[in-house]
């Protein structure tokens, strides 16, 4: 019989949310994709709850996560600040070390 934990983490700041694995994937599809409308639309979410995801996040972090462009002749589009990308990388990292400390909790029970 295989065992899994399973498990979801977030980061908050004063009972509001920074980050978590939704937040994370919309962040990256905006590096990716630079615009908020794009990556929603990759994301399958709608523009709105992009936005006040990505709103969300800004007035929780210490700095902007964002550069955001209006749109005119070429369109507006958005990017990650490099302190947005390290928030990313931070969280990835967290993420991962957590499974790898729930993979070896596991092992506690798999052994009764």
Do not use: H
Not at 37 to 51: D, E, F, G, M, V
């Amino acid at each position: 019989m295989g065992y899994k934990i399973k498990s979801r983490i977030w980061i908050e700041s004063d009972d509001n949310v920074l980050l978590g694995e939704g937040r994370v994937t919309l962040l990256k599809a905006i590096d990716k994709m630079g615009s908020l409308s794009k990556a929603a639309k990759s994301l399958n979410i709608s523009y709105k709850k992009a936005w006040q995801l990505l709103d969300s996040v800004n007035k929780s972090a210490k700095k902007p996560v964002t550069i955001n462009t209006i749109g005119g002749k070429g369109g507006g589009g958005a990017e990650l600040t490099e302190y947005g990308k390290s928030l990313v990388k931070a969280f990835d990292e967290i993420n991962r070390n957590c499974w790898a400390f729930l993979d070896k909790q596991l092992e506690k029970i798999e052994l009764l």
